[in-house]
């Protein structure tokens, strides 16, 4: 009895420990790496977009403007209305594949940043650990369900207008379930272990983000041509 009371003593002051105080694992340095990385990327290509767009648009320039807060925000503003106005003139067949890629990098950073904060607390807003009869439910559960449901919506209904829709609950679902892929395959926990594929999880994630940027500029150089005026 010893042991597994000592064992559970150090995991519980592990646990009581902020993630910011503690010395962190190279799975979790990863984790918290690709979190900055991804928000890097999609912060840089939001500007870059932005300065597109409040060159051909009309704001003023910066060194034009008179108040250059308003001017960015005019910007900003017109960016978002040629993404949206974008968005809806391409196929249904591309809102829902952008919408797929999105949801999944979405849903699997921010499982990756919740399982990383819950091990410090005992909860994160509305989620926590669930346990069932004394049996923790891992999120690839509700993850799986998502993808299956979704899945058969789409095959049973073929209705393109909520393919985007579905795509989103999909998109959702894999991301929580290819986030415990490792603990799927050597059935047990080894979620933060060198055996958590994390890199395959990181390299899934990578290239989704690549995918629905590409996407998204799509959207928004379509948009820029229908609301934008055309430079002489």
Known sequence: MIGPRLKRGRLLGRRSLPWWRRELSVAE?????????????????????????????????????????????????????????????????????????????????????????????????????????????????????????????AIVTRDERIEPKLALVFGTGMGLTLDESALLLELEDVYWTKKGLLSVQITLAVISLIGALALGLRFLRRGEDLVLPRAD
């Open 29 to 153: 340095r990863r984790t918290i790496a690709i979190g900055v990385v991804a928000a890097a990327i999609t912060g840089a290509a939001a500007v870059v977009e932005v300065g597109r767009v409040w060159r051909r648009g009309s704001a003023p320039m910066p060194s034009e403007a008179g108040d250059l807060l308003q001017a960015a925000q005019e910007a900003v503003t017109e960016t978002v209305e040629a993404a949206a106005v974008g968005y809806q003139e391409v196929s249904t067949r591309e809102n829902a594949a952008f919408n797929l890629l999105t949801s999944f990098v979405a849903s699997s950073v921010l499982a990756r940043g919740i399982a990383l904060l819950l091990r410090s607390r005992r909860s994160v807003g509305p989620f926590r650990d669930l346990r069932v009869g004394g049996r923790h439910i891992h999120h690839f559960v509700p993850g799986i369900v998502m993808s299956f449901v979704s899945g058969a919506a």
